[in-house]
């Protein structure tokens, strides 16, 4: 008997972990209402930082080193950019991985109060105001279809007033424009 060995020779790599920020993708926003959206992030070591690497937020929009997107966009459209994970390994690292993401940002859903107008008098002195609701204030109004009644008018703030001079019945179309931005607003 004897005492045999033998020593092979290994070879290991080691590689760099796959950073890997989630979720894929993310949700739409609307211009004047809040948003929130959390990236986090896996392989690596935990504890990550997030950064915008390429391209931008949406305005109104930021990126805290947590990962939390916030703010109340601005701009309508589709904003393109890139997100980088950093993970908190020490050594070799630490390490980054990066993911590319489509925020759409759309246009508000305007409310326009009052659903209808209080009947007028011929010759005498008539007031309404037109008030609007969500979206980016100050607001600006205009006749887009039909015709007002002779002798009203109808203000760029919203106020229609005058006096009118002949009866019947009149149907007009009042577009009311919010000031949001972007290239679909």
């Keep these: 008997g004897g005492t045999y060995s033998a020593t092979p020779a290994y070879t290991l790599t080691i590689g760099s972990p796959t ?38 937020l949406p305005p109104g929009l930021t990126l805290a080193p947590g990962g939390a997107i916030t703010g109340t966009p601005t701009g309508a459209g589709a904003y393109n950019f890139t997100i980088n994970a950093t993970d908190s390994s020490t050594g070799a690292g630490p390490y980054t991985g990066s993911g590319s993401y489509t925020l759409t940002v759309n246009p508000p859903v305007l409310v326009v109060s009052p659903t209808s107008l209080s009947n007028a008098v011929v010759g005498a002195a008539y007031t309404a105001t037109i008030t609007t609701s969500a979206g980016t204030a100050p607001y600006s109004y205009t006749i887009s279809g039909g015709a007002l009644p002779d002798g009203l008018t109808l203000s760029t703030g919203g106020v229609l007033s005058g006096t009118p001079t002949a009866g019947g019945v009149f149907t007009f179309d009042i577009d009311a424009a919010d000031s949001s931005t972007g290239t679909s607003a």
């Design 19 to 56: 950073i890997t920020p989630t979720p894929a993708s993310l949700p739409n926003g609307t211009i004047a209402a809040a948003y929130n959206q959390t990236l986090t992030a896996s392989g690596g070591v935990a504890g990550y930082t997030f950064a915008v690497a390429a391209g931008s």
